[in-house]
């Protein structure tokens, strides 16, 4: 069978070949970025938690350069993908990581919570499911402004099987709201495996219980994220609704920093690493392994920078403390 | 001046925040066709209609997601929890979402919504649906709490919750809603954050909230017969809470009583006794602070025992007798 060029593939040629190599080096970017957390951990450079997406950077890749400028995100606790990808300029991303007053929070979010309210990302999300009912609110009103936007809500496996899911999906499909809910399906809600945990095949599959198109998609695969995002975003901007699409995915690391991963196996582990999305992304550009090490060069040159853009930064300044929580 | 009942003052506010901005919505369970389980909504579908007035299925969570959502992109929402105790349903939304994302996202982002809630014993309705909650959210920063006490102090108090550009709780309470008094007909604004003395006297300042002030004020009419004179204050909004005339009321009569119809331990009461002594009206108090407020039980049932639940005129009175006489 034919190749069918990149540029094709990604969406009738409107991603040209720079734009593709662009989304790989924010992947990338993704990567080493939350490979330089885990490491600053380790160093003790850093204190809190977070959470790492290494694995999942195809859903991220696919899904916001998927949607136009002024749409909405709602992200979760896993979203530095999420949050690159949506614009996200790295020095105040990892200005935010270390705590300074440059970050986009001005320290007071770090990386779970991290939002830049300027280009309606709406935030990371510390609570599973949290961002589902305010995805109605924003979907509800963009209907009532009538502005023709859409709101991307991601969450993961575990997040669907919290009340808040059902409320929220119910609401949307009842109001036609134009909501893409997408579900970082990466086999693990903390230790709690997906066939521990659900009784169906698919979490799409929920979607038929609320009247709404539902569909299940490798979340690996740049394209395939893209393509379905592109088309729920199309469908509820013609006022047809929402749609949950689940991407299958898994993460490498453990669930934060204090993970044992004493729920899974090594060989697990491995199986999935053949799956990379880094690496299936890259060979469909035809980009090869020395290219792709200077990609990676290039990206940890960036993240130095950003880390000494932070370290430079200011802390907040203590007689602050109170602002930010009253408007 | 024209009557209006609690329920038709809040109504009204609703309506004329409506009529002035667009942006103002309405959104909660049986608000539409049925006018809302107490009625505070009647008419107003047919005058905004289903898009402005929106009914939703039961899911409390979603109807404060709802506020939380739209407020945030630019919509001011008007959200009602059916009966206050609802609220633990849609706990998550308000404390964890609404209260703390404009903190959390380095004080960007606004949230001007409100939450409406009907609370209160005194109906029949038993334990799940008679609580009085709104210390809750006292505890909680990043949200302000109201519960007024008058028709008059209903409109003036919704109208500038829903101008507010913070999410407030906005605790109703069911008896209230068919009192009546003055309200004037403009769209008037009664500023957060400013208690009223509603009644001034010299022997002892009662510090009431909700239906407790109307209490407190039937309690001062018979205990003027015995000579006894009460200042009633009413702080209005708890949170922030305007405590200057409180210590200045209590350093006039050197006594405080305070009565709420929430359960006591953990009560809005002990915050209030705690303002007054963490101020200079401590000097002055010549008997120690009371408070009156809910037994440390679920609301029971049975109509005998339901009354003897909560604060009554007569246990206000009581309470007032003792502590003037020196008798705790």
Known sequence: MAKVKIEEQLIGGEFGRKKAEDLLYKMVLTRTFEENAL???????????????????????????????????????????????WGG????????????????????????????????????????AGNLPISVGVGLSIKMRKTNQVVLTLFGDGAANEGAFHESLNMASIWNLPIIYLCENNQYAMSMAFERAFRIEQI??????????????????????????????????????????????????????SDRQLYRTREEVKKWMKKDPIKRFAKLLDVDEKMLKKIEEKAMEDIQKAVAFSEESPEPKISSIMEGIYA | MRELSYMEALREAIQQA?????????????????????????????????????????????????????????????????FSDFVVLAMEQLVMQGAKMRFM??????????????????TGAAAQHSQSLENWFVHVPGLKVVMPSSPYDAKGLLLSAIEENNPVMFFEHKLLYKTKGDVPEDMYTIPLGKSKVVREGKDLSVIATSIMVSRSIEAAEILLKEGIELEVIDPRTLKPLDEEPITASVKKTGKALIVHEAVKTGGFGGEISAVIMESDAF????????????LDMPIPYNRTLEHHAVPQVEDIVEEARKLIKGVY
């Open chain 1, 39 to 85: 490491d600053m951990f380790a160093r003790g450079k850093v204190h809190g938690t977070m959470h790492v997406s290494i694995g999942q950077e195809g859903i991220a890749a696919g899904a916001g350069p998927a949607l136009n400028e002024g749409d909405y995100l709602l992200n979760t606790h896993r979203g530095h993908g999420h949050f690159l990808l």
């Open chain 1, 89 to 128: 300029d790295l020095n105040r991303m990892m200005a935010e990581f270390l705590g300074k007053e440059t970050g986009y929070c001005h320290g007071r979010g770090g990386s779970m919570h991290i939002a830049d309210v300027d280009s309606n990302n709406l935030g990371a999300q510390g609570i599973v």
């Open chain 1, 204 to 257: 799409s599959d929920r979607a038929s219980s609320y009247g709404m198109k539902g569909l299940t998609v490798d979340g690996n695969d740049v394209i395939a994220v893209h393509k379905a995002v592109r088309e729920a975003a199309e469908r509820a901007r013609k006022g047809n609704g929402p749609t949950l699409i689940e991407a299958i995915t898994y993460r490498y690391k453990g669930h934060s920093k």
């Open chain 2, 18 to 82: 409506m009529e002035k901005d667009e942006r103002v919505f309405l959104i909660g369970e049986d608000i539409g066709i049925y006018g809302g389980a107490f009625g505070v909504s009647a008419g107003l579908l047919e005058k905004f209609g289903p898009d402005r007035i929106i009914d939703t299925p039961i899911s409390e969570a979603g109807i404060a997601g709802a506020c939380v959502g739209s407020a945030v992109t630019g919509m001011r929402p008007i959200g009602e929890i059916q």
């Open chain 2, 105 to 122: 996202f380095g004080g960007k982002a606004e949230l001007p919504f409100v939450i409406r809630l009907a609370g209160g014993s005194g």
């Open chain 2, 283 to 294: 000097g002055y108090l010549d008997a120690p602070i009371r408070r009156l407020a809910g």
